[in-house]
């Protein structure tokens, strides 16, 4: 039995670190080109940006909402993207902050956290 649970034991192990590294995954680091067109802590957001323009940038949104009563001054549709490494030391795009991004049409009229 001591053979079985050493073998239990080093599986388990073996799961765990499997699972960090797996967790790490999800972080693409900016090429050095996007480095030093948007530096860390700028941003390449801008009222006039497509959505094609920003979905090229950010990727899909993790929320999108419309809206046809005005509560959002005129923006007819906003893409939140969710912050999800808040212990990252610099920001870069929406990796540490929740960020919303307002449509009017097809058009990026303002945005914000």
Request: aromatic share 10%; hydrophobic share 40%.
């Given at each position: 039995m001591p053979n079985s649970s050493?073998?239990?034991?080093?599986?388990?192990?073996?799961?765990?670190v499997l699972i960090v590294i797996t967790g790490c995954a999800g972080i693409d680091p900016p090429s050095p080109k996007k480095i030093i067109q948007?530096?860390?802590g700028t941003s390449m957001l801008r009222p006039g940006l497509?959505?094609?323009q920003v979905l090229a940038e950010w990727g899909e949104p993790?929320?999108?909402?419309y809206d046809d009563?005005?509560?959002?001054?005129?923006a007819k549709e906003r893409w939140t993207y969710y912050g999800r490494y808040n212990e990252?030391?610099?920001d870069e795009g929406y990796l540490t902050k929740t960020q919303y991004l307002y449509f009017d049409g097809k058009f990026l009229v303002r945005y914000g956290e």
């Open positions: 050493g073998r239990i034991t080093a599986f388990l192990a073996l799961l765990s948007h530096p860390f497509t959505k094609d993790d929320l999108k909402e009563t005005g509560k959002w001054k005129n990252l030391p610099v």
